[in-house]
């Protein structure tokens, strides 16, 4: 980990990017730590992109981990979701 709220990780070209940490968060009913950053690109829809990985928060080098089951996905976006309606109500 870089700063506090940012994090480095490595491209598909193998490029060394800073991300921006956006929360983290640990799932009782899987057992595992979460985390879930930006490099704040956007996609062809103009939307930020948004990446998510398992981390072991005592792990000092924070190797990330890829996310395998639809199980876990569906946890993350259902937190995105929430996230994005709360902001967005915020907003009106």
Known sequence: MEEKNTITVRDEKGNKVVCDILFTFDNEETGKSYIVYTDNTKDNKGKTQVYASIYDPKD???????????????IIEKILETIQEEVTNKGE
């Not at 000092?60 to 569906?74: S, V």
């Open 60 to 74: 000092k080098d924070m190797k990330l981990e890829e996310i395998k089951t639809d199980k876990e996905w569906r």
